[in-house]
């Protein structure tokens, strides 16, 4: 039996018809055709799947779509503007954090999601963010150091627009 649900996914509403059982990650590729989410494990355990929900890192490989119902969802896909990368995706480049890039979208998200929550983050806090997204190429520092340096860059864009205001 499908059921039918809304959600927005990158500030664009979406209705889908979906089978009870289809996972969020199922939806959003198949469905949405957003293939910057990457599902490797199927069981929540790698975090590359990973979207935000509402503000909120999720798992997609093992939620429901059902129940993403009237839910707003980022993927990698929705973070640019326009052309223009986003300061955590120029960050990652510009620090070698990017290596085969299956894990990067899972990455990134998981950096933005701390950073929306705690713009200015220790590196223990940044460690501690980053463990749930698992990555096979890298030793993860030069993925903290992206995020460190995503989290200076945004900090001193903030300052300067309230500088501009003033």
């Given at each position: 039996?499908?059921?039918?649900?809304?959600?927005?996914?990158?500030?664009?509403?979406?209705?889908?018809?979906?089978?009870?059982?289809?996972?969020?990650?199922?939806?959003?590729?198949?469905?949405?055709?957003?293939?910057?989410?990457?599902?490797?494990?199927?069981?929540?355990?790698?975090?590359?799947?990973?979207?935000?929900?509402?503000?909120?890192?999720?798992?997609?490989?093992?939620?429901?779509?059902?129940?993403?119902?009237?839910?707003?969802?980022?993927?990698?896909?929705?973070?640019?503007?326009?052309?223009?990368?986003?300061?955590?995706?120029?960050?990652?480049?510009?620090?070698?954090?990017?290596?085969?890039?299956?894990?990067?979208?899972?990455?990134?998200?998981?950096?933005?999601?701390?950073?929306?929550?705690?713009?200015?983050?220790?590196?223990?806090?940044?460690?501690?963010?980053?463990?749930?997204?698992?990555?096979?190429?890298?030793?993860?520092?030069?993925?903290?150091?992206?995020?460190?340096?995503?989290?200076?860059?945004?900090?001193a864009y903030s300052?300067?627009?309230?500088?501009?205001?003033?």
């Amino acid at each position: 039996m499908l059921k039918q649900i809304r959600m927005t996914i990158n500030g664009e509403k979406y209705e889908f018809m979906v089978e009870p059982w289809r996972t969020l990650s199922e939806v959003i590729r198949e469905k949405a055709g957003l293939t910057g989410l990457k599902e490797a494990c199927g069981t929540g355990e790698c975090g590359n799947c990973l979207v935000i929900m509402d503000g909120k890192p999720v798992k997609s490989c093992i939620y429901l779509a059902a129940d993403a119902n009237d839910k707003d969802i980022v993927t990698i896909e929705g973070i640019a503007c326009g052309e223009e990368l986003h300061p955590i995706q120029k960050a990652f480049i510009e620090h070698g954090a990017i290596q085969c890039g299956f894990c990067t979208p899972g990455m990134i998200l998981t950096a933005k999601a701390l950073l929306d929550e705690n713009p200015s983050p220790t590196r223990t806090e940044v460690k501690e963010a980053m463990e749930g997204v698992l990555c096979r190429c890298t030793g993860y520092v030069q993925i903290v150091e992206a995020v460190l340096a995503a989290a200076e860059e945004m900090a001193a864009y903030s300052g300067q627009l309230k500088d501009s205001s003033q």
